[in-house]
Every structure is written in structure tokens, then in C-alpha cells.
């Protein structure tokens, strides 16, 4: 009687293994494809998380998250992209850059893929359409590259006896260009002239800085792109340096004393990113998710960045600003 039990004992555990183990297998993972670094994206992963709890999902508990980032080195998107494939992610997300979307768009067409960038998806050939993407991507379009002509109008309206403005761009980026065309076509409604300055790296930013210097720049529009992002500190406190007023596409560098902050609030963004991760890992396609369009734009102000310039902010552009840096 009692070896019969025994035999029942074993069996019955026996047969819970596969189950808890198939359990184990089944927790989704997700794969974090970043073009900055881990300290950068530290303060959006909040929002990220957040959007991901909305769903019910909670890093550790319910989800696991394979983290890559490239800080900037563009050309290693497309290896990580391939690790993550290879690791057999559930969804991957791509958060604030184009190139690092492409790269996962390329790496797999049959991972679903969450984006958040600044171009246009569907001219960046990564969604056939707005309302409907079609094909495993959908994401979060934060309009950095339809904002640059009213970014460009506001650092005008602030310095509007200049008539030359120098353009900031990472030539390797493929958002940068259609963000060019924005600002030239912008330039040209206003009567002003620009003078487009290219850097990859952190000497060539330092290069093109003392450059603008020498030159005596009056602005500096800097394009928006995730190694720029990245680069925060080095370009405010060359901006500074040189005392060179500088327009930037994220508000956040304002607040780390930047002279303007004009487009779409990043931690929204990412947190509506963090809600489509859930509503794919809970079974829903990304062909069936509209891509989704940052509603929060916010211009921020810092002023004592303009007392140190020397510069009289006008009425009616203080009036304009959603916060002002004191």
C-alpha cells in the first residue's frame, strides 16, 4: 500500500516538470534595440515601464527585457538587431531613432516591432501607412522632422536681427536628411541663410564647434538624431562656451541648459510605446495597430541660459513657452 502511494508521489510530480517548464518558457520576452546608452534612455525607461504596467506587465515578474544599446555607433544596429532575433525576442522596441527601427525592420519580418521616431514611417519605408502599417512594425511618430520649420520660426522670432544660421547635422543618419529639407524649406519662407555643419563623433562635434566660433556664428539649429541626443552634455556646454544661441528638438535639453527646447514630450511617447509592446505581448498584431502620433509638444525656455547670452527674450515669445527655465 504504501509503495503504491510512493509510485502516485513520483508520478504526479513527474508529470508537473514539463508543465512548469513550458511555464518558464512561455514568459515573453522583450528585446530593447537603443541607438544612445543605458544612462541616457534611464529616465524614459521609466515611461517605458510605465505604459508596459498599464497592460499589466512588470520587468522581472511577468516579462523579461534583453537590453542593447550602441551609443551612437550606428553601424552596430543592424548586429544587435540580428542577436536579438537570435535570441528569439517576443517584440522588439526601438525607441527614438529611425536607424535603429530600419535595423529591426530589417533584421526580422515576422518579430513584431514597436518604434518611436521623429521621421515620417511611412516615407522611411517602415509602415505602408499611418491608419493601417501592414506587415510586423507599428510605433509612436513624435513629428521632430514637421516641427523643425516652427523650431526654426521661434529661434528666429528670438534673434530676429540674424540672418545666417548654422545647421547641426549627423550625416549618418538617415533621419537627418528629410529633417534638412524641413529646416531649408523653412529657411527659405523666413529670408534666412544656413550654413549646414556635419559631425558623427564626439571630436567632430568638438571640431565643428570651434569652428562656428571662429566664424562668429550668431544660432545654431541642431537636427535631431539619437548620437546628438546622446551627446547632450558636450553640445550645451560647447553652446555655452562659445556663447553661441542654440535651438535644440528636445525640451529636456533646455532643462540641462540649453537655450530652446521645442518638440514632442519623450516620456509620453515612450510610454505609449511601452502600451503597444502590451497590447502585442496580450496577442494583438501590428498590422492592426494605427501608428500613433505624439500629441505633447512642449517649448521650454531657459533663461538664465539667455541672461549669460546676453539676450532680451520678447513678450510674446515667453508668453509662447509651456515652461521657462529659471
Do not use: C
Not at 513629428?143 to 550625416?171: F, G, Q, Y
Not at 538624431?225 to 553640445?235: A, T
Not at 533663461?303 to 508668453?319: F, Q, S
Amino acid at each position: 500500500m504504501l509503495r503504491r502511494e510512493f509510485v502516485k508521489l513520483i508520478a504526479s510530480t513527474a508529470a508537473g516538470w514539463p508543465l512548469a517548464a513550458g511555464a518558464q518558457q512561455a514568459k515573453p520576452v522583450i528585446g530593447y534595440l537603443g541607438a544612445t546608452s543605458r544612462g541616457k534612455d534611464t529616465g524614459m525607461l521609466a515611461s517605458f515601464h510605465a505604459g508596459l504596467k498599464e497592460l499589466g506587465f512588470a520587468e522581472g515578474q511577468n516579462v523579461t527585457i534583453e537590453y542593447r544599446w550602441v551609443e551612437g555607433r550606428y553601424d552596430q544596429l543592424p548586429v544587435l538587431a540580428a542577436e536579438l532575433v537570435r535570441q528569439q525576442v517576443t517584440v522588439m522596441f526601438a525607441p527614438a531613432s529611425t536607424p535603429a527601427a530600419l535595423a529591426a525592420k530589417a533584421a526580422s519580418q515576422t518579430i513584431p516591432i514597436v518604434f518611436t521616431i521623429g521621421a515620417d514611417p511611412v516615407a522611411a519605408g517602415l509602415v505602408a501607412g499611418l491608419s493601417k502599417p501592414g506587415g510586423n512594425v507599428t510605433g509612436v511618430s513624435i513629428l521632430i522632422n514637421l516641427l523643425s520649420s516652427k523650431r526654426l520660426e521661434l529661434l528666429h522670432s528670438l534673434l530676429p536681427k540674424t540672418s545666417a544660421v548654422a545647421v547641426l547635422m549627423n550625416p549618418k543618419s538617415s533621419n537627418a536628411w528629410p529633417d534638412l529639407k524641413e529646416t531649408e524649406a523653412a529657411a527659405k519662407a523666413l529670408g534666412l541663410t544656413l550654413k549646414v555643419v556635419e559631425a558623427s563623433t564626439e571630436q567632430e562635434i568638438a571640431n565643428a564647434f570651434a569652428g562656428l566660433a571662429k566664424e562668429q556664428a550668431a544660432a545654431l539649429f541642431v537636427i535631431a538624431d539619437g548620437f546628438f541626443r546622446n551627446q547632450s552634455g558636450q553640445l550645451v556646454a560647447l553652446a555655452a562656451r562659445h556663447a553661441i544661441p542654440a535651438s535644440y528638438p528636445w525640451p529636456e535639453f533646455a532643462d540641462a541648459g540649453g537655450l530652446i527646447g521645442y518638440g514632442a514630450n519623450q516620456a509620453d511617447a515612450w510610454r505609449q510605446g511601452g502600451v503597444y509592446v502590451g497590447r502585442i505581448l496580450k496577442g494583438e498584431k501590428p498590422a492592426d495597430l494605427p501608428v500613433m502620433q505624439a500629441t505633447k509638444i512642449e517649448f521650454v525656455l531657459n533663461l538664465k541660459t539667455a541672461r549669460a547670452l546676453k539676450l532680451e527674450i520678447p513678450p510674446t515669445l515667453l508668453a509662447l513657452a509651456d515652461r521657462v527655465v529659471e
